[in-house]
């Protein structure tokens, strides 16, 4: 191989890539594209380096590489492009499991660009620098130059945080729906019969994103119903079928403003806010799923107000430039997924209510609640890595009496049953859960009960 513009390439990343076995570099990396990674190597330091990236492929990528890997020298040398792909492959090794969406973004770009042939590209240098572009896969959160500018007057005591922010940059990764996304939507339409119309309305905005080839987007969306019935979980659920992160603000525990958006630097005691922390420095993504538990209940009075900062954030236009106070920045958070849930949606304003899409969810019927109960319970084993040693189905009798529970008392005595019934588990048959193992729980009234419900 030529390595005549290895001196320009930082092939650090690849020498800490290589450390990790070969399993771990075969889950990471099987998303980026064959192309993506032989233009990469192209530039690594040694064979050694090369033979420890080949070395995780599947055959069908060893086989696409080696048909490439000659012609791709031969393209004029785009040092963004390559930038790009080993700041990506250093991601997938510091946080793997958030960036997997990213990468499939890339890796779909990829096949759509380079669709035409390598023989084409070595002609057509200007569509190339276009593909290079990292603006297609990226976006700016915050300006890095107002940053610098805000640290050169803050207190000592701010500086740690800021300087973190500005080596982490304003850029997150964009989010594409994918006809996979898509059709995982159907199974969760299956675990939570009674969410079909949320369901639904994120399905007609991945298609949208599918054809447009922009980023998903949603409303605000509020899940209005009675405490108990899986508004939660769902949103969890959701937020594992998109394979984003998501993240909990309960607006209950929420003492004041600042706790959302930040506190005034100038005391001693600021921090940032919920959703700058969130922002900015937990999430991976330009668009993680962002849960607010329990809106109805969050505090909305004159001295202490949780509502306030959330006009802006639940306002479409607004949220592109959200002020996060203890940074003193505006924040583009457009991009994220929002939902909140709420017991009693009437009591909210008038102009909070106008910011959302309000879903109104039934409590499951009994048939509805059997098909949950199965689920949940299948969950459970997959959680705990029990699978193996218990029956992957509950009986008809169980799945009649736990259909009368709520879904979140359901999924706590599952838990507690499996865990009473482990005393029973043998390596060569599987375990059933009986009456037995809920009647021997030490809990509440429901579950000493549970017989009589039947």
Known sequence: MSYSTKKTFDYRHFNAFTQLNNLKQYDMMTSISTFALATACCYIDDDWHLEGVISFMTLEQKKGFKSLINTIQTVPPSP?????????????????????????????????????????????????????????????????????????????????????????????????????????????????PNFKKVISQISAACQVSLLTKSPLSLPVINLQGHPGIGKTQFINALAKTLQQEIFTINAAAMVGRFELSGGNPQYGDADLGAIGRIMCFEAKSFQPVILIDELCMAKDNQNESIIQPLYSFFDREQRKCFKENFLNLELDVSGALIFTTTNDYESLKPALKSRLVNIEIEPPTPVQMQAITQNMYQHCLADMKLERYFASKLSAMLLSTLSHLPPRAVIEKLRQAIGQACTRAERTKHVELTMDDFKEIDACHDVENISNLH
């Not at 276009?130 to 297609?136: L, R, S, Y």
């Not at 850029?171 to 898509?182: E, F, R, V, W």
């Open 80 to 192: 963004v492009f390559v930038v790009e792909v080993q700041q990506m492959i250093m991601q997938v090794f510091e946080r793997s499991c958030a960036t997997i969406s990213a990468l499939a973004t890339v890796a779909d770009m990829m096949d759509i660009n380079f669709s035409k042939g390598l023989n084409e590209l070595l002609v057509d240098k200007i569509e190339l620098e276009v593909i290079c572009e990292p603006k297609h896969h990226f976006t700016s959160l915050f300006s890095s130059f107002k940053l610098k500018v805000e640290m050169k007057h803050r207190k000592p005591k701010d500086m740690p945080k800021l300087k973190e922010l500005l080596e982490l940059g304003p850029q997150k990764a964009l989010y594409y729906a994918s006809k996979d996304t898509i059709e995982g939507l159907s199974p969760l339409a299956k675990s939570f």
